[in-house]
């Protein structure tokens, strides 16, 4: 596009987490052409004011309502499961379907987001999740048999599939850039805040009658949606979709409101233009969506390659299977009783959830890639060691902590990187006419490889035992690793619309801008 805008990187500033920014950006091999000099003549654009941040912070937190929703569905049906298994009867093949459907079927909505997202805009498609999801939840809730409870589990997976696909993009799109990192990292936090209160919900309900708790804990799911319809009166519509509709003024409107300063506001309001094809610097004849991703330019295919890539091993290093099925692994473990199970995911969920803060702290300071290093090394030698302790040292009590510590760590250094970071870069790394589409991709691929771990990870540790099951999926997260180091470039800093700039050589798009041996120079400098 030949469009160089600011280096979004200013003097000293400070990140909606309170994190320094600083002035000069470290990494800068990809992109040449935004010099140091740059970064220091234009760091004025970017003071942000305390009310502005509270805007855009309170935009992030109402927009990720929905990731509430998936993560509480993932966290209560772990320790649900028990009861329906005891009061619907089901079989291990039936159990396996119903956890794994939600996910498989959450692609319907991921892909239908992209193009609902496009047509009737950011805000409303996450109010169409809402409703969706409450008519699916509100069925499983009274399911007086097996196939009733699976009529609200697709019902539910749909909703939550157009949830986890548009709010990133929305984020992405009215965050500034100094912040974006860290406020496109919401949905992940409130995925795992859904994920602890599903914990505690399955915790607190467990001694309710059997026909009667996993009921009240499905029911207690629908609570968020409701904040969501109130959320719809008080955040914007995404200024970038606004341009692509033409509605430039009201897209001038909420840049002002999430920019304080006039001058970047009309600068921002030009790169969205000519990103979009509707300024006057860019009049081309556009080809339809679809048919440009099914046939991608080079850097359009660079792209993709990053953005379906990250998050297919986002979910196939098995972060479902721990999660879903943390009371199963516990039990092989050795630990005993239903309480004792219960209490043991809660720890894994607090985990999790600590750790997704240090990842808004960090993911705007370190940058994408080192997180992505930190994370992806530690799954590989927590699974490894999981496995190891499964395998090897039987039900004692070395082989219960070790299991415990090896599953705990899994989360925490996947709740560092690969979590976030998976949908930060999905959601800026696309240009504005394909985003909502690509990203919708992006989270079908995601949606599918959980669903597959999911829905085989019983049959499959049955065949060669719960133990072989984390070797495999260490070995995964050990060609992770790789992927990061070849395909992933930082994208920290940038606007969305430099971003794309970076897809532009291949040879600097392969070699990225961080070298692994820089991960140990940051971490040893923090």
Same mark, same amino acid.
């Given at each position: 596009?030949?469009?160089?805008?600011?280096q979004?990187?200013?003097?000293?500033?400070?990140?909606?987490?309170? +994190?320094?920014?600083?002035?000069?950006n470290?990494y800068?091999?990809?992109d040449?052409?935004?010099?140091e000099?740059?970064?220091? =003549?234009?760091?004025?654009?970017h003071h942000?004011?305390n009310?502005?941040?509270?805007?855009?912070?309170?935009?992030?937190?109402?927009?990720?309502?929905?990731?509430?929703?998936?993560?509480?569905d993932?966290?209560?049906?772990?320790?649900?499961?028990?009861?329906?298994?005891?009061?619907?009867?089901i079989?291990?093949?039936?159990?396996e379907?119903?956890?794994?459907?939600?996910?498989?079927?959450?692609?319907?909505?991921?892909?239908?987001?992209?193009?609902?997202s496009?047509?009737?805009?950011?805000?409303?498609?996450?109010g169409?999740?809402?409703v969706?999801f409450?008519t699916?939840?509100?069925? $499983?809730t009274?399911?007086?048999?097996?196939?009733?409870?699976?009529?609200?589990?697709?019902?539910a997976?749909?909703?939550?599939?157009?949830?986890v696909?548009?709010?990133?993009?929305?984020?992405?799109?009215? !965050?500034?850039? +100094?912040?974006?990192?860290?406020?496109?990292?919401?949905?992940?936090?409130?995925?795992?805040?859904?994920?602890l209160?599903g914990?505690i919900?399955?915790?607190?309900?467990?001694?309710?009658?059997?026909?009667?708790?996993w009921?009240?804990?499905?029911?207690?799911?629908?609570l968020?949606? *409701?904040?969501i319809?109130?959320?719809l009166?008080?955040?914007?519509e995404?200024?970038?979709?606004?341009? $692509?509709?033409?509605? *430039?003024?009201?897209?001038?409107?909420v840049?002002?409101?999430?920019?304080?300063?006039?001058?970047?506001?009309?600068?921002?309001?030009?790169?969205?233009?000519?990103?979009?094809?509707?300024?006057?610097?860019?009049?081309h004849?556009?080809?339809a *969506?679809?048919?440009?991703?099914?046939? &991608? %330019?080079p850097?359009?295919?660079?792209?993709?390659?990053?953005?379906?890539?990250?998050?297919?091993?986002?979910?196939?290093?098995?972060?479902d299977?721990? #999660?879903?099925y %943390?009371?199963?692994?516990?039990?092989?473990?050795?630990?005993e009783?239903?309480?004792?199970?219960?209490?043991?995911?809660?720890?894994?969920?607090?985990?999790?959830?600590v750790?997704?803060?240090?990842?808004?702290?960090?993911?705007?300071?370190?940058?994408?890639?080192?997180?992505l290093?930190?994370?992806?090394?530690?799954?590989?030698?927590?699974?490894f060691?999981?496995?190891?302790?499964?395998?090897?040292?039987?039900?004692?009590?070395?082989?219960?902590?070790?299991a415990?510590?090896?599953v705990?760590?899994?989360?925490?250094?996947?709740? *560092?990187?690969m979590g976030?970071?998976?949908?930060v870069l999905?959601?800026?790394?696309?240009?504005?006419?394909?985003?909502?589409q690509?990203?919708?991709?992006?989270?079908?691929g995601?949606?599918v490889?959980?669903?597959? #771990?999911?829905? !085989?990870?019983?049959? #499959? =540790?049955?065949?060669?035992?719960?133990?072989?099951?984390f070797f495999?999926?260490?070995?995964? !997260?050990?060609?992770?690793?790789?992927?990061?180091?070849?395909?992933? &470039?930082e994208t920290?800093?940038? =606007?969305?619309?430099?971003?794309?700039?970076l897809f532009?050589?291949?040879h600097?798009?392969?070699r990225?801008e961080?070298?692994?041996?820089?991960?140990?120079?940051?971490?040893?400098?923090?």
């Amino acid at each position: 596009m030949g469009l160089v805008g600011v280096q979004e990187n200013g003097n000293g500033e400070m990140g909606l987490s309170g +994190v320094p920014l600083g002035s000069k950006n470290k990494y800068r091999r990809m992109d040449s052409e935004l010099t140091e000099e740059d970064d220091a =003549s234009q760091s004025h654009h970017h003071h942000v004011s305390n009310s502005t941040k509270k805007y855009v912070f309170a935009c992030a937190v109402f927009a990720s309502l929905n990731s509430v929703l998936l993560g509480y569905d993932v966290g209560v049906m772990s320790g649900a499961i028990i009861f329906i298994q005891e009061d619907l009867k089901i079989t291990e093949v039936q159990e396996e379907v119903l956890v794994g459907s939600l996910s498989i079927v959450s692609l319907l909505g991921s892909l239908a987001g992209g193009r609902t997202s496009d047509v009737i805009g950011r805000k409303w498609t996450m109010g169409l999740a809402a409703v969706v999801f409450q008519t699916g939840a509100a069925i $499983m809730t009274f399911a007086p048999s097996f196939q009733i409870l699976m009529v609200g589990r697709l019902l539910a997976g749909v909703g939550i599939g157009f949830g986890v696909m548009i709010a990133p993009v929305y984020i992405a799109e009215i !965050s500034p850039t +100094v912040a974006r990192g860290a406020l496109t990292s919401f949905p992940e936090i409130f995925i795992n805040l859904g994920i602890l209160l599903g914990y505690i919900s399955n915790y607190a309900f467990s001694s309710f009658p059997v026909h009667t708790n996993w009921r009240i804990m499905l029911a207690v799911g629908i609570l968020p949606s *409701v904040f969501i319809g109130f959320a719809l009166f008080i955040i914007p519509e995404s200024p970038r979709w606004l341009v $692509m509709k033409n509605r *430039v003024e009201e897209a001038r409107s909420v840049l002002l409101k999430t920019n304080e300063n006039e001058s970047e506001v009309e600068e921002r309001l030009a790169e969205i233009q000519l990103a979009a094809g509707t300024g006057d610097a860019e009049n081309h004849e556009e080809k339809a *969506v679809w048919r440009e991703l099914l046939k &991608p %330019s080079p850097s359009l295919r660079r792209m993709l390659v990053t953005g379906f890539g990250i998050q297919c091993f986002q979910q196939i290093t098995g972060i479902d299977a721990t #999660v879903y099925y %943390s009371p199963e692994i516990f039990k092989g473990a050795g630990i005993e009783g239903n309480s004792n199970l219960l209490a043991a995911t809660v720890a894994v969920g607090i985990t999790k959830t600590v750790f997704i803060l240090v990842a808004i702290f960090l993911i705007d300071k370190l940058g994408r890639k080192p997180l992505l290093y930190i994370s992806t090394i530690g799954m590989t030698v927590c699974l490894f060691s999981l496995g190891f302790a499964l395998t090897f040292l039987g039900s004692g009590n070395v082989g219960i902590a070790l299991a415990v510590l090896s599953v705990c760590g899994n989360v925490a250094f996947f709740s *560092v990187g690969m979590g976030p970071i998976c949908w930060v870069l999905t959601s800026e790394i696309f240009p504005l006419r394909l985003r909502a589409q690509a990203a919708a991709l992006g989270a079908v691929g995601n949606r599918v490889c959980s669903g597959l #771990v999911a829905m !085989s990870f019983l049959s #499959v =540790s049955d065949a060669i035992t719960v133990g072989g099951t984390f070797f495999i999926f260490s070995v995964v !997260s050990a060609l992770s690793v790789a992927f990061v180091y070849m395909f992933v &470039p930082e994208t920290k800093g940038k =606007s969305l619309e430099q971003i794309g700039l970076l897809f532009q050589n291949e040879h600097e798009w392969q070699r990225g801008e961080v070298e692994l041996g820089d991960v140990e120079h940051l971490v040893q400098k923090e």
